[in-house]
């Protein structure tokens, strides 16, 4: 018999986005229960406030490994990184790896006690509606084999993903669990302040963006459907909070606006912290598994229009509390339901219906369903 607190490896490669979010939330929360909680992540694509967010919890242990997103034939040095750190650092109840490098990393195993493998993906590749034949067939391959021989515990974040690991990829459903994404309440109280700092008007009504300018988010669905829509709102500004690849694309696209000054572009403010300031968050992502930024407007009972993608339907009952749109470049349904959410009394009722489900996607509700799960495979081992 397993006894509590359990000792827990967190693995995880991109430190960006909802998965980084959420293995600060998961460690942090585990290691306040009393778990022994050792993390390693990547510094190749790690993000300084990820780093010392990671580095102030009250950890047993932080690793640096450095780990590549695409096949690699480092791969070899990472995995060996890691078995050592599992020799030297355990032993463990519980090895649990995040985003399919470090999920892959983490299964291939060594000889000896058996440790059960818990891997969350955080959005599987083949989700992406653009992914190639070939490249299909590659991810969807390698999630096959691995979920089914390779993994004890498969964690999806929504019912789409779910769904999609089940019909799509054939992993087994006694291995899949559904542990949907939770957040801390975000800051409130600073409305007027952060839309001073984001620089919109204070009587404004605010679309607002969070993500990283990336293919994946579409960031140029939601400036060209403000653009068709923001002559005929005159108090109607865009607040859009990220970075990325495609950020020099987007400046480019937003100076050739002739509303150019109604759309504001920054990273500079964190996205828990500007949902306060918008009135509207919306996600024209072209894939998703369950944003994390969808459960902070969640949380802050914002009114949402969604791309229909994974998790879209999880928080937003469409005409209820938001409008979830088809997904694909044709911004004019986009366009369409952000004019008909601007009209004042629509507007009133889907943000009664938002502040309804706010207590909905709670940290602590994520953390409980997350442990039970440790404990039913610490004992089954």
């Known amino acids: 018999m397993t006894e509590l607190p359990l000792r827990i490896l967190q693995v995880l490669e991109p430190s960006g986005g909802g998965s980084g979010r959420h293995f ?72 649990h790896g995040h985003s399919s490098k470090a999920g892959a990393l983490i299964r291939m195993r060594a000889p000896g006690r058996h440790i059960p493998r818990v891997y969350t993906p955080h959005a599987f590749r083949t989700m992406d509606p653009t992914l190639g034949a070939g490249g299909r067939q590659i991810f969807g391959g390698i999630e096959s084999l691995f979920g089914n021989y390779l993994t004890d515990a498969l964690i999806c974040v929504s019912r789409d993903e779910y769904q999609h690991a089940s019909e799509n990829l054939g992993i087994p459903e006694d291995i899949l669990h559904t542990v949907v994404n939770g957040v801390s309440a975000p800051p409130i109280g600073q409305r007027q302040e952060t839309r001073a700092s984001l620089g919109v008007r204070p009587d404004a009504f605010v679309f607002g963006f969070v993500g990283r300018l990336s293919e994946q988010k579409a960031p140029e669905r939601l400036v060209d459907a403000f653009m068709r829509i923001a002559a005929d709102l005159q108090k109607a500004e865009l607040a859009m909070i990220g970075f990325g690849p495609l950020e020099p694309e987007m400046r480019a696209m937003i100076g050739r606006s002739t509303m150019s000054e109604r759309i504001h572009l920054t990273a500079a403010i964190p996205g828990p912290e500007a ?107």
């Open 24 to 95: 600060l939330d998961l460690c942090g929360a585990l290691a306040r229960r009393g778990h022994h909680v050792t993390a390693i992540y990547s510094p190749t694509r790690a993000e300084e406030r990820f780093v010392a967010e990671l580095r102030a919890l009250p950890l047993a242990a932080v690793h640096v490994v450095p780990m590549t997103r695409s096949p690699s034939p480092s791969d070899t040095r990472a995995w060996l990184a890691i078995q050592k750190i599992i020799r030297s650092d355990g032993p463990f109840d519980i090895i």
């Open 275 to 381: 949902m306060q300031a918008f009135d509207v968050l919306v996600m024209p992502s072209r894939y998703e598994a369950m944003s994390y930024v969808m459960l902070e407007a969640a949380s802050a009972g914002l009114p949402m229009i969604l791309a229909d993608v994974g998790g879209a339907t999880t928080v937003v009952e469409d005409n209820a509390n938001g409008f979830i749109v088809a997904n694909n470049d044709d911004v004019t349904e986009l366009a369409g339901r952000m004019r008909e959410i601007a009209g004042p009394q629509r507007y009133e009722a889907m943000r009664t219906a938002a502040l309804a489900r706010r207590d909905d996607y709670s940290l602590d509700k994520m953390v409980d369903a997350t442990e039970a799960l440790y404990c039913m495979l610490a004992q089954d081992a």
